[in-house]
Structures are given as C-alpha cells and as structure tokens.
T-cell receptor
Framework: NAGVTQTPKFRVLKTGQSMTLLCAQDMNHEYMYWYRQDPGMGLRLIHYSVGEGTTAKGEVPDGYNVSRLKKQNFLLGLESAAPSQTSVYFC????????????????FGPGTRLLVL | AQRVTQPEKLLSVFKGAPVELKCNYSYSGSPELFWYVQYSRQRLQLLLRHISRESIKGFTADLNKGETSFHLKKPFAQEEDSAMYYCALKPSFQKLVFGTGTRLLVSP
C-alpha cells in the first residue's frame, strides 16, 4: 500500500494564480484532512472530510476550497493564491470510529511545499 | 478554547542524556493526547497515544490531569531521536489540535 500520497511535491505560484493539490489514500479511510505547517505555528487544520461528498471547515479555511468526490481523494484548491499561503501542506487520513484506539490514528502524506511569489 | 502549548522550540541534548519534551494543554473535558514525530525527510507519524500507556522507541508520556500536562520522556537520548516532535490534543471527534512543535537535537 502506498498509504497517503500528495501531488505535487513542490510548486511555485504567482500571486493570483490558482492551483489544486491532490491527496490520495488507499487505506479505505473515511476521514481525510488538510493541514498547513508554518514555522512557529505548528500544524493547523484547513478543512476536513468525514466521508465521500462531505467537507467541513477547520481552523484556517479562508482562501481555500476542498472537494471529496471520491472516497480515496481529497482535493485542496486555491482560487487566487496569496503570499500568505506560502506553506507546507499536509494531507492526512484516518478510519472513522467513535471510539479511541488505532482507528483514531491519522496517517500523513509527505507534504507539498508551496511558494507564492 | 482548546490549546496545546509546547514551550520549547528547540531542545538540544547530548547522547545518553535524559530528555523531556514539555506539553501542556487546555481543555475542559476528558482529553485524548498524542505525540507525533517527524524525522528528517520523512512524513509525520504517530509516536504514541496516552490511552495506550505504551513505550515506543524508549519514549513514554504520562497524562497528568492535575497539571494538564503530557510531557514526553526518554531516559537516554540517541542520535536517531533527533526530529520534530508535536504534541496533539483531540478535544472532539476526529479533529486534532497540534502544538507548535519542539525540535529535538541529540548531539554525539
């Protein structure tokens, strides 16, 4: 199993350009997440999904949109990139469960480094 | 509001020395707490969770509800422990809140 994969690994954008980051998981997980990682800020949740066709806002959703048309994919879109969106973006997934334990573990992708000029 | 505080950005120790990475949280309910680790050029991965009461790679972490802490400890640090460590709180169903991370550097 590949686990969680992210495409692309690195991208440079000009202010105002748009792009889509793709996250794919082959573990049949229900839950998927997008985080951004910034120096001194740790990981902050942008959006998440509790299942195919559903999405919800996280801590820092402004400027981003997401879609979960297929269970295995979770797309993060930037409609009009801004320099403040320069960051490393991580996708993660986990099994759906109402109980604690291994099913709660989030599995992370390798990250996408985005630079907005 | 739920918050996780890791007061140290960088912790530098020598090989064989004890290590304690501090984590404090604020949450009014019953917390679920985790430590995630990111080694150089690797993806973020779960190190341990408090409910398992396990020791992973020699690391342990005890939940202290009175002090609202979940410090990560290892009696004898190894060079391969050098990494970025994140403490995380799960205050509600499936939404982790991460701390800002502590970089551990173990020197020979």
């Amino acid at each position: 199993n590949a686990g969680v994969t992210q495409t692309p690994k690195f991208r440079v954008l000009k202010t105002g350009q748009s792009m889509t980051l793709l996250c794919a998981q082959d573990m049949n997980h229900e839950y998927m997440y997008w985080y951004r990682q910034d120096p001194g800020m740790g990981l902050r949740l942008i959006h998440y999904s509790v299942g195919e066709g559903t999405t919800a806002k996280g801590e820092v959703p402004d400027g981003y949109n997401v879609s979960r048309l297929k269970k295995q994919n979770f797309l993060l879109g930037l409609e009009s990139a801004a320099p403040s969106q320069t960051s490393v973006y991580f996708c993660a997934s986990s099994q759906a469960s109402g109980t604690s334990g291994d099913k709660e573990t989030q599995y992370f992708g390798p990250g996408t480094r985005l630079l907005v000029l | 509001a739920q918050r996780v505080t890791q007061p140290e950005k960088l912790l530098s120790v020598f090989k064989g020395a004890p290590v304690e990475l501090k984590c404090n949280y604020s949450y009014s309910g019953s917390p679920e707490l985790f430590w995630y680790v990111q080694y150089s050029r690797q993806r973020l991965q779960l190190l341990l969770r408090h409910i398992s009461r396990e020791s992973i790679k020699g690391f342990t972490a005890d939940l202290n509800k009175g002090e609202t802490s979940f410090h990560l400890k290892k009696p004898f640090a190894q060079e391969e422990d050098s990494a970025m460590y994140y403490c995380a709180l799960k205050p509600s169903f499936q939404k982790l809140v991460f701390g800002t991370g502590t970089r551990l550097l173990v020197s020979p």
